[in-house]
């Protein structure tokens, strides 16, 4: 077991994102910001000797990150179902997260069944609930809660769906045509959800990654061609007609920090707001060393959580880095940490309805990053070991740091 490390870079942490608020130019609907508190980091308890601050746990097997945000929002993470079927990999599972994200077995690619389809009585689209079925079994047993992903995407789903009788050689589907589909496809898997799992999936992503690395809606995808830009409506409408009423329903995309694809999400969500149709956005949250920037999620943040009501998620969260040295790692934890104050923060204090965080995937080991990038990655939580890594701990100690806060703040009114 690793006794745990403290970050030794930083002497002085501003907590609650006080300092990453200077700087944060761009947000006009930014809150009023929390009074600047710098606190003196106490020293690293040197192994052994030094009694842990508080009586607080130092090592993460005694921890629980779930337990920890219990008050604020759940925690999440992507995970396949061969590590659901591995006791030990469960136990490490369950320990700090109390809900879980298929990280592929739930998109249409693993659903939507080709033999079926194109023997089906009424020419609809059908689904293969095996698997499903296994996993939400499996999810109950261990009580832990599911978001499903993904109903809607232009990646991950057969190519067949969109052509006429289903061959890929033969054009795409009209519009009237395409609509039936996605609402038979989507009707079938939430109602298979409804009335055979009530509660285990408690949001779906109805749509994924809608918006373009341009300008304005992805309109290469698919649903975009085949039914037009009310596909997104359209999938949202189904979607509410056959959840169950407490399912949330969100939108969810990635680079949701970039300016431009932040103007055009949100231009989506409002539409949708005003129907009633969704409850939340979803932020992948994929971030990279090279590129972070806390004050760009903040000011996301707070631009969807203008709309009432509407719950914020960070339902893909990681952090490539290519490099696992111990500097690089307690760089890396020092960033979760600014996110971690930022998110503790808003909820907190009322600015934001943040609900979810859900990591991509459990460990260093198994990260999808290091297929996507081409190279190592080390973007989690845990090593190939599970080992907790320094961001888990600066991760945990966000929360009690708030407390600490909210304690000066008080003696100081
Ligand atoms: C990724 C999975 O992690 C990989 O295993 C798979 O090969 C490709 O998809 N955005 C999403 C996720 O919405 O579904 C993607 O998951 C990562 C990017």
Known sequence: MKLRKYITTCAVVSILGAALLAGCGENKDKPESAPEVSVEKTEEPSEATDEPEENKPTDASEMSLKDEYNELFT??????????????????????????????????????????????????????????????????????????????????????????????????????????????????????CNEKHPGTVYAWDVVNEAASDGEGLREDSPWYITIGEDYIEKAFEYARKYADKDVKLFLNDYNTEVNEKRKVLYDVVVGLHEKGLIDGFGMQSHHDREYFNVDEIRTTIMKFAQLEGLEIQLTELDMHYNDNSEDAMNEQAEAYRAIFDTLVELDKEGFANITNVTFWGLNDGTTWLTGHKKEDSYPLLFDENNEAKPCYYSIFDAVAASDKYAGIKKESE
């Open 75 to 192: 925690i999440g993470v992507a995970v396949n179902s061969w590590q659901l079927e591995d006791k030990e990999t469960l136990d490490v599972i369950t320990k700090d997260f109390s809900s879980f994200t298929c990280e592929n077995e739930m998109k249409p690619d693993y659903v939507l069944d080709y033999e079926k389809t194109i023997d089906s009585d009424d020419g609809m689209p059908e689904i293969n609930t095996e698997n499903m079925d296994k996993i939400m079994t499996m999810a109950e047993d261990a009580g832990l809660k599911m978001r499903g992903h993904t109903l809607v995407w232009h990646s991950q789903t057969p190519e067949w769906l969109f052509h006429e009788d289903y061959d890929e050689e033969k054009d795409y589907v009209g519009r009237d045509t395409m609509l039936e589909r996605m609402e038979a496809y989507i009707k079938k898997v939430l109602t298979f």
